[in-house]
């Protein structure tokens, strides 16, 4: 059974840092994209970062040189590490995996539109 818990969202002041971490587990260690997204009230899902299987990496421009996205493959957990948050940061972020058949892998990236994500953390950042 896929299971993604997302922790570590909090408040920050602009400027500050934060990492978030997501346990997966139900997934196969071959061929998958994971990746971030943030939902804002009012405004349009956003697909912040990804990472696949071969550990290729996509940001969104928003957070390109802020944000990085790793992982810990033997304990299956994804983390985003947030940089000089800004207020437009704030948001709920939520961390999504789909298994992909190998010969389209290169179809993962921060735009991916997943089919399974958590429950979302919370990070807000007062400026």
């Known amino acids: 059974q896929r299971q993604l818990v997302e922790s570590g969202g909090g408040s920050v002041q602009a400027g500050g840092s934060l990492r978030l971490s997501c346990a997966a587990s139900g997934y196969s260690h071959s061929s998958y994209c994971m990746g971030w997204f943030r939902e804002a009230p009012g405004k349009v899902r956003e697909g912040v970062a990804s990472i696949d299987s071969d550990g290729s990496t996509s940001y969104a421009a928003s957070v390109k040189g802020r944000f990085t996205i790793s992982e810990d493959k033997d304990k299956n957990i994804l983390y985003l590490q947030m940089s000089s948050l800004k207020p437009e940061d704030t948001a709920m972020y939520y961390c999504?995996?789909?298994?992909?058949?190998?010969?389209?892998?290169?179809?993962?990236?921060?735009?991916?539109?997943?089919?399974?994500w958590g429950q979302g953390t919370q990070v807000t950042v007062s400026s």
């Open positions: 999504a995996a789909e298994q992909l058949p190998p010969q389209i892998l290169s179809h993962c990236s921060n735009t991916y539109r997943f089919s399974f």
